[in-house]
């Protein structure tokens, strides 16, 4: 697609519940990657995907957060069993190599509210 | 490590005065510079780059130029607009490992 596409753009559960969030990066980017924004604070590096290597999962918080990348192409971030400091905005952001010339394109983001 | 420090907000201006955000940063080999923006309610937008010293990179009126013996990327603007009030980000990035580090951002508010 023309850009980064994140589903659903908002997203309300219950405390204790396990969430999905979705990312389609721009076809043929081969690095992908997810950040938490929580309310008024910087960007949270989550993980990150490049190519068919193994994910750089050094940014996530707990075992409860986890994150596919199908394909080389869709990538899911899951929460399990969600508590209330999980809300935050959720965003993916996806780059041609090389990430240092070209820099990432963001999506919109998925906002988490955890109730 | 490789960090970036930006000053640190809110910026209030009135419109039409002169901006300047500071960015410096800290790295290992020769980083690519970035300015995103983060309008309100919206994901994160490129704004300019530079990807060796000495370069400018300029975008809707902002400038940055990337300046090594300083180990900054300072952003300005001449002339600001209301629709300019966003929260901007400076990063850097190398070729290696994770890639990208960003500051923590630094949230301008325009007046009318």
């Known amino acids: 697609g023309a850009g980064v596409s994140q589903s659903p753009s908002n997203k309300v559960t219950e405390k204790g519940k396990d969430v999905e969030l979705r990312c389609d990066p721009i076809?043929?980017?081969?690095?992908l990657y997810w950040y938490r924004q929580s309310l008024g604070q910087g960007l949270e590096f989550l993980i990150y995907?490049?190519?068919?290597?193994?994910?750089?999962k050094s940014g996530l918080p707990s075992d409860r957060f986890s994150a596919e990348r199908t394909g080389g192409s869709v990538s899911t971030l899951t929460i399990q069993r969600t508590q209330q400091e999980d809300s935050a905005v959720y965003l993916c952001?996806?780059?041609?190599?090389?990430?240092?010339?070209?820099?990432?394109?963001f999506g919109s983001g998925t906002r988490l509210t955890v109730v | 490590g490789n960090s970036v420090t930006q000053m640190e907000g809110p910026v209030t201006l009135s419109e039409e005065a002169f901006l300047t955000i500071n960015c410096t940063y800290t790295?290992?080999?020769?980083?690519?510079l970035f300015w995103y923006v983060q309008y309100p309610g919206e994901g994160l937008q490129l704004l300019l780059k530079?990807?060796?010293?000495?370069d400018k990179g300029s975008n809707k009126g902002f400038e940055a130029t990337y300046r090594k013996e300083t180990t900054s990327f300072h952003l300005e603007k001449g002339s600001v607009q209301v629709s300019d009030s966003a929260v901007y980000f400076c990063?850097?990035?190398?070729?290696?490992?994770?890639?990208?580090?960003f500051g923590p951002g630094t949230r301008l508010s325009v007046l009318p």
């Open positions: 952001a996806s780059s041609s190599a090389p990430t240092s010339y070209y820099g990432y394109t």
């Open positions: 076809s043929g980017h081969t690095a």
């Open positions: 995907f490049q190519g068919n290597s193994a994910p750089d």
């Open positions: 790295a290992t080999g020769y980083p690519s």
């Open positions: 530079a990807t060796k010293a000495d």
């Open positions: 990063a850097l990035s190398v070729s290696y490992g994770q890639n990208f580090v």
